[in-house]
């Protein structure tokens, strides 16, 4: 089986290029960026390879490109590294803030490249009307799934399929989502699982019951993780996200700080969020004024 890994980012800084280059000497695979360049050229040095995607690029494959489609539309990326290169069995999307904590990558992709499955990805789950996205996709197909994006891998004939779909909902869209609805362009996590499962494509998760290849722990969409303690510890033979450094990890971390305390949680549901591996990481990755501001800034929260 060919594969290739594309890995998706805005953004190439020093940290990024090394993740990229560990990847390019250990995995077995092919690899190239695909670089949103909406907001200018991402510059990924000599010797790397680089697709780059833009709005109106996307609109000259007839998808319709909203706003904010570099967040919401991971799933553009596959098809720009497709059309890019067209002759891969898989393509693995890897997001920029991943991290394969083991000596060799190719211990997590060499144990997929026997299964022909078309879509392997982390945590998935049949959606309700709970869940935020659930709406918008279900206008188009009924039955909604999940599936978290940071890393996945999907069959070429899988990419073409969902392309397909995705050229004809922006075709379509205007036309089956009533006018009195909000009309929110369906996002990443819930179009592809949801157009591949309906169209009959082979579907796994990559932690199964004889390997785990990550936890709730180490792979998630809310607090950041910090590279300078994940580079200390050792290789674990695990996948962890996010993981940010610098002012990036202190950035991503404050965002994270002012949603939960936005949240109605009661305090003890806090301090799980604010333990002290956030602090550990936090006085890693920050300045001492950082903590001492993101402190303040939860206790205040509380006292409020």
């Known amino acids: 089986m060919r594969e290739v890994i594309l890995v998706r980012t805005h953004y190439a ?6 993740f990229f280059d560990h990847m390019a000497r250990t995995s077995g695979r092919d690899i190239v960026f695909v670089c949103d360049e909406s907001n200018g050229v991402v510059n990924v040095g000599q010797g790397r ?13 007839g998808l319709y490109a909203p706003k904010n489609w570099g967040w919401l539309c991971g799933d553009y990326f596959l098809y720009a590294g497709q059309k890019a290169l067209p002759h891969y069995d898989r393509y693995w999307l890897v997001e920029s803030d991943v991290r ?11 144990h997929f490249s026997a299964r022909a499955s078309d879509l392997v990805v982390a ?3 049949k959606s309700t009307p709970k869940w935020y996205w659930h709406r918008p996709m279900s206008y188009f197909i009924p039955d909604v799934y999940a599936c978290l994006f940071p890393l996945l891998g999907v069959s070429n004939a899988g990419i073409q399929a969902a392309f397909n779909a995705r050229v004809l909902m922006s075709q379509t869209f205007r036309d089956i989502v009533p006018e009195d609805q909000a009309r929110r362009w369906p996002n990443d996590e819930s179009f592809l699982i949801s157009t591949l499962l309906a169209q009959g494509f082979s579907h796994e998760k990559i932690n199964s019951a004889d390997q ?3 936890s709730a722990e180490t792979f998630s969409v ?3 993780k910090s590279l300078s303690a994940l580079e200390g510890q050792g290789y674990d033979g695990l ?3 996010p993981v940010h450094a610098k002012e990036r990890f202190v950035s991503k971390i404050k965002t994270r700080t002012r949603s939960v305390l936005n949240q109605k949680l009661d305090e003890a549901r806090k301090s799980v969020v604010f333990n002290e591996t956030f602090f550990r990481d936090l006085a890693l990755e920050g300045t001492e004024q950082d903590v001492a501001d993101i402190r303040a800034m939860i206790e205040e929260a509380l006292i409020s």
């Open 49 to 61: 390879a680089k697709v780059s995607i833009t709005a109106d690029y996307m609109s000259s494959l």
């Open 123 to 125: 945590h998935s789950f």
């Open 239 to 241: 996948i962890y996200h």
């Open 212 to 214: 785990k290849f990550y």
């Open 100 to 110: 394969f904590n083991m000596e060799r990558c190719s211990d997590f992709f060499d």
């Open 222 to 224: 809310g607090t950041p």
């Open 13 to 18: 800084d020093a940290d990024v290029l090394n």
